[in-house]
């Protein structure tokens, strides 16, 4: 059973219920990963209860949640308060930051994979430079051109995307791995051949390497081996 991190607020306040679900929780953890669901680029009203975006991303958490059992890894979402990105307000970003903070509390300083697909990916990639993130996996990110990357440095990137994917564009996500890199942090690119946005063609690929990537980022297992050849150069 998820457990909802609460800091004295009303269930009945979107804007302030805690941004942070934990699914599993260890006491004291080594590390941490949180899934972050994607969204639309506008919108004010919280995200339904019967959420597709967010059921896209129920496959990678079993997926991890198995590959970490037993290797004291917290588990856990961002809650949303708003279903849009809507603009310079950056709402899930500022979610992602949120639940961060909300983390630290319960955790202390674990480092912590975050794991986005498409709007979920551009909040974990806004909310990177926070002392806890480790790490990044961006699956079909939205990566807009002029996005931040200063906050980066000396952070590790891992951007998936399917070369059909006809919402997120590919190529911006490649723009932005080359200008991440530039910044001073540790990219990989890999393109999904036929992969898109919905990540159901290939579906068990994209968990499998999904799950391996955040292993080999947390220590716990090799880099995916079978993959290591097979990542595009970020300038493409």
């Keep these: 059973m998820a457990i909802l991190i609460r800091r004295g607020v009303k269930d009945t306040d979107a804007t302030?219920?805690?941004?942070?679900r934990l699914d599993r929780s260890v006491t004291p953890p080594k590390a941490a990963v949180?899934?972050?669901?994607?969204?639309?680029?506008?919108?004010l009203e919280p995200p339904?209860?019967?959420?597709?975006p967010g059921a896209r991303m129920r496959p990678f958490a079993r997926s991890l949640a198995r590959a970490t059992a037993a290797q004291g890894i917290a588990l856990g979402r961002v809650r949303y308060a708003y279903r849009?990105?809507?603009?310079?307000?950056?709402?899930?970003?500022?979610?992602?930051?949120?639940?961060l903070d909300?983390?630290?509390?319960?955790?202390?300083?674990?480092?912590?994979?975050?794991?986005?697909?498409?709007?979920?990916?551009?909040?974990?990639?806004?909310?990177?430079?926070?002392?806890?993130?480790s790490a990044v996996v961006g699956l079909a990110p939205w990566c807009p051109a002029?996005?931040?990357?200063?906050?980066?440095?000396?952070?590790?990137?891992?951007?998936?995307?399917?070369d059909r994917d006809r919402v997120t564009d590919p190529r911006e996500s490649w723009a932005?791995?080359?200008?991440a890199r530039a910044a001073g942090a540790e990219v990989r690119a890999l393109s999904m051949p036929g992969g898109d946005h919905a990540m159901?063609?290939?579906?068990?690929?994209?968990?499998?390497?999904?799950?391996?990537?955040?292993?080999?980022?947390?220590?716990?297992?090799?880099?995916p081996p079978r993959r290591a050849g097979t990542f595009v150069p970020v300038e493409r």
């Design 16 to 20: 302030t219920e805690p941004a942070l």
């Design 34 to 43: 949180l899934l972050l669901h994607g969204g639309r680029a506008d919108a």
């Design 48 to 52: 339904p209860a019967l959420n597709l």
């Design 84 to 99: 849009g990105w809507n603009g310079p307000r950056a709402d899930a970003g500022r979610d992602a930051l949120r639940a």
């Design 102 to 133: 909300e983390l630290a509390a319960v955790t202390g300083p674990v480092p912590t994979v975050l794991v986005g697909h498409s709007m979920g990916g551009r909040a974990a990639l806004h909310a990177a430079g926070h002392s806890l993130v």
């Design 146 to 162: 002029g996005e931040p990357v200063e906050h980066l440095t000396g952070k590790r990137i891992v951007l998936l995307h399917g």
């Design 176 to 179: 932005f791995a080359a200008r």
């Design 200 to 223: 159901l063609r290939g579906a068990a690929d994209w968990h499998t390497l999904t799950t391996e990537t955040v292993m080999g980022l947390l220590g716990l297992g090799e880099f």
